[in-house]
């Protein structure tokens, strides 16, 4: 240590204290003399205070000193910052806004904040963000979830605003039924590397409303918090010199859109992963954002075109067995679903299953502005001319599932209804099998010959719904002699019980004396829903051995039995479809003489849709076979006109009968996938197809009847009797596949199993 003692400095009172005399009383000696003191006391006092300066420098810091205070300034700062961090992100959130003009930069809180559901879980997060100021966009705001909200409605209810009724929307446990994917399922809690992604887009909407940062966040919002979603954060800019674009972060993804106020126009982009679904969000999307304009002052309301949707589906990422290089083996959905129009028409639940109707425009048919051109009354445009060409589609699911559409009711329909029915004589007593919608029924009821049609429907409510939101499919009044409603013709008689205990109940003992039917039509769910009931319905050996019993001698069935099989399709034995080969082989084994399967392509499902037929007797058969000419000659007597212009018939005719006699070649190729390979297969003929004509049949010139390869139990060809394969046959063909009064003069025309000629005259006719 250094110890310096310091001295008084001051010359003049060194100099006053040794002569007692003030400044004033020296002389010019005296002066001159004191001035020399007082510099060389100034040298001395600089060489004291240069000494002490020097003694300070070379005082030294021990290294561990240095270590230590420079850790704990460092863990003290370190743990401020944490402090500080969580402080800001459980406090109220801070809201970042500028308005940018020229170089005045001033902070603004207009726009709400994102909020949390109550009872969600949101993780934290940090937040990293870069802004750039440029010339086009006049403000800037950013805002962050609001935490607290969760913690101040905790305990209470939360029920967000809501502007219009929104019963038409399925609730959030049954939104999972609609257009529903296994592979998109996250319920098990792992976060699958996939999503949806959802494109829309809007016209005709209000300028002022996409013009609003405000009113375009709180729609955002007011989305993300009734979809069950979670925006973290969003940002916003306001454009020069007018529009908006916002950007939101969500927990599943992102929400983003850009408006065109003076075009009244706005895109949207929804992506999110999980299993929630996003399509039964449209009319939730519209209501919030497609605002229709306000009219202006002298304006007509009816003049403001209400604002369109154009929307977009599709499928994004990875998914547990699914490979996006496929197509999807049970629906199209991966694609892209394009639709300028879908609006919901009833969305609801019965007792039995969810029940939705959907009105669809698909540009690729019908697009929006041919709709709007046959609105307009009065107009010359071949639009206005037939607006029933250019309605939108309506669409009908039960559970999710497609059902029956407005433009596809007639072909399948009458596909599976009129086939049998005019293969039969004299159709009087038909049951139907589901078809709650009512169109099978009215399709029924055209026949002059049918008595009484029996519908069990075990579910009563698809049928008042149907009356209300499907009228077409239940409309009779364009039958001579029925009602308005087809179940107020007095020849329906709608049962509203389940159909298996039915036919089981009534018809389970062969010799019951409860009246029989000519025809059962089997319209329920399809082969391979993933339903407990459907395996039943389609395998249960009690019941179809009751449908068997429940048939006239020489009844038909018609069962519904799912889509065609594409030819890459493994045998329906092991694959999607198994339900069907084993009701097939059940209704062979039953003792039904013949099988056959058609298929139908204009019923605006998935894929062509495939109908099976089951005769008991060979001549009824034989009747299936007719060719156009008698067919039509049939439709005319049986069926004859409407009482209005419109044709009671849309769809099926002689022609169409003739492609249903021909079995399709596909059924073929996965029959004969089987291992081992059936021994049809080996047949060159299998896939012959030749039809019995009874004109030829009739005609008094001899000739060599044609085999009849018809499909039976998945395969062209005869169904086999277990007791006719006991029986030895002399003939050379089986007797099963001919023509049964062909058959009763097979004598004469084999011996010593040779083909004989004979004369026409010795065969037996009708």
Partial sequence: MCQITRRST???????????????????KELVALLNTASTSNEQANDNEQSWVQCILSTSLSVPFVVI???????????????????????QPSNYGVSIEGSVVEEVHQLPAPTIIPGKEVPYTTYTSKHFQMPGSATSNTLHIDRSS???????????????????????????TMNEHSHNTDESGEHLPAGQHLLLDFKDVDSEFLNSEERLAKAMIELTNESGLTLLSYHCHSLVPIGVSCAGVLLESHVAFHTWPLDGVIAMDLFTCGGGLLIPLLPLVK???GVPRVPELGEDLKDIPEPS?????????????????????????????????????????????????YEVLSPEKRDAASYHKSLEEGGDSYEARNPELFAPNRILFLDGVSQSTRYGDASYHESIVHPAMIAHDSPERVAIIGGGEGATMREVLKHKTVKNAVMIEIDDEIVALSKEYLPDWTDCSNIEGSAKWCFDDERAEPRYEDAMAYFVD????????????????????????????????????????????????????????GEVPESVSPPDEIGAFKNRAMMMKQLEETGFKSIHIYEEGHSQFYAPWATMVAFKDIETRNSWYRNSAEVDIQIKKRIGKGTTNAPLLRNFDGSTMMGYQVTPKVFDTIYCKQQPVPAKCFDKNINSNQAYNPILDRSSNPRQSKIHHFFGRGQSGEVRNPEAENETSSYPFHPKLLPEKFINGADLLFKDNKLATCDA????RE
């Fill in 150 to 176: 969760a913690i101040q409605k905790e305990g209470g209810s939360y029920a967000p605003p809501l502007e219009e009724d929104t019963s038409a929307l399925a609730e959030p446990e049954e939104e999972s």
């Fill in 309 to 357: 949707m154009l929307w977009s589906h599709k499928w994004r990422g990875f998914r547990h067995g699914y490979d996006p290089n496929m197509e999807d083996e049970d629906d199209n959905t991966h694609q892209y679903q394009c639709l300028d129009r879908w609006v919901p028409v009833v969305s609801t639940r019965t007792k039995f299953q969810a029940y939705d109707v």
């Fill in 287 to 289: 209501r919030l954002f």
């Fill in 506 to 561: 009534r018809f389970h003992d062969p010799a019951s004396p409860e009246s029989k039917f000519d025809v059962i039509i089997m319209d329920a769910l399809d082969p391979n829903d993933g339903v407990e009931f459907a395996t039943y319905l389609y395998t249960d050996q009690a019941y179809i051995q009751s449908l068997h019993n429940a048939l006239t001698r020489s009844g038909i069935l018609v069962v519904q039995v």
């Fill in 761 to 764: 005259s010795s065969l037996e």
């Fill in 10 to 28: 001051d010359p003049l009172e060194r100099r006053q204290s040794a002569t007692g005399k003030r400044i004033d009383e020296l002389n010019n």
């Fill in 69 to 91: 205070t420079f850790a704990i300034t460092s863990l003290l700062a370190f743990s401020i910052g944490c402090v500080a961090r969580v402080y800001i992100l459980s406090s």
